[in-house]
């Protein structure tokens, strides 16, 4: 378990006026498997451009690593390095060019090392949702069946889709949603990192709101706990303490699978500190 962080971009230089973020990221390989093939992270990158301008990004993103022998935790690692390298390379990038960028060459690594060795990698893939947070916005690249769910004033909101048969035949209408909780292939990929050569990922962009409280997870931890569970549990005032909760739930409940949840809050909103008005400046505009 990693501890709770507090993330401040206003350390990094006097006139920056930074987004504060509470987060708390925990995995648990489970209680049936043995290896974790999980994978997360949490980044933040400050860039200086100027005595009075700077900005920065922060990084969320969970990885859920899925093959028939030893490639899972390989798969969901792999994926998070590219999205991590990209993430310190293009931090001048709008975010969903970044993050655009960071699913193409995750994919193709993923896709690449799969082929290469058939045997030791066989059906190598993972899911893959990535989130930056830049000043006031939020930005997710999403495929999968991670979620990211968002607690505003009190309502909860799944905004991310599952890529799964099951969700896609109960978009076509195929099937009822009790029908798609209890279908065979409601945990089956329509959708991955490394599964073809191609990938298109869901972007979605949201502003922010102070207080705004996300949840970040991997399925072992939804499908084993209800959206109103999900939603009391994410009000409480400590987020460590919610992300300590969730996870407790569904060790309790059995949890079969490797499960991972970063919940991370939105206290302050960032914004450009303006420059000090100088009538040499001024008159030199002119």
Request: positive net charge; hydrophobic residues 35%.
């Amino acid at each position: 378990m990693k501890d709770n962080s507090i993330i401040k971009s206003t350390d990094k230089t006097p006139n920056l006026v930074g987004v504060i973020v509470r987060w708390r990221a925990i995995t648990h390989h489970g209680l049936i498997q043995s290896q974790n093939e999980d994978a997360h992270c949490v980044a933040h990158s400050v860039k200086i451009k100027t005595d009075i301008e700077s900005s920065s990004r922060y990084l969320f993103a969970v990885a859920d690593g899925v093959s028939e022998h030893r490639g899972g935790a390989i798969a969901s690692k792999m994926a998070l390095k590219s999205v991590k390298d990209e993430f310190h390379r293009c931090h001048e990038w709008a975010a969903d060019r970044l993050l655009r960028r960071a699913f193409y060459h995750a994919n193709e690594k993923v896709f690449s090392i799969a082929q290469s060795d058939a045997e030791s990698f066989n059906k190598m893939q993972t899911t893959l949702t990535v989130v930056t947070v830049d000043q006031d916005s939020l930005t997710v690249g999403h495929v999968g069946d991670c979620r990211l769910y968002r607690l505003r004033d009190g309502h909860i909101e799944l905004l991310t889709r599952d890529h799964t048969l099951a969700n896609d035949m109960l978009q076509s209408h195929l099937i009822s949603t009790e029908q798609a909780s209890r279908y065979p292939g409601r945990h089956q990929l329509s959708r991955s990192v490394g599964g073809k050569p191609l990938i298109k990922a869901d972007i979605i962009r949201e502003k922010l709101l102070p207080n705004d409280t996300y949840l970040l997870c991997s399925d072992g931890l939804w499908s084993d706990l209800t959206q109103e569970e999900i939603q009391i549990t994410m009000q409480e005032n400590n987020v460590s303490s919610a992300c300590e909760k969730l996870v407790r739930f569904a060790l309790g409940r059995g949890a079969p699978g490797n499960l991972t949840a970063i919940i991370f809050r939105i206290e302050t909103i960032a914004r450009q500190a303006a420059p000090k008005f100088s009538w040499r400046t001024f008159l030199q505009k002119r």
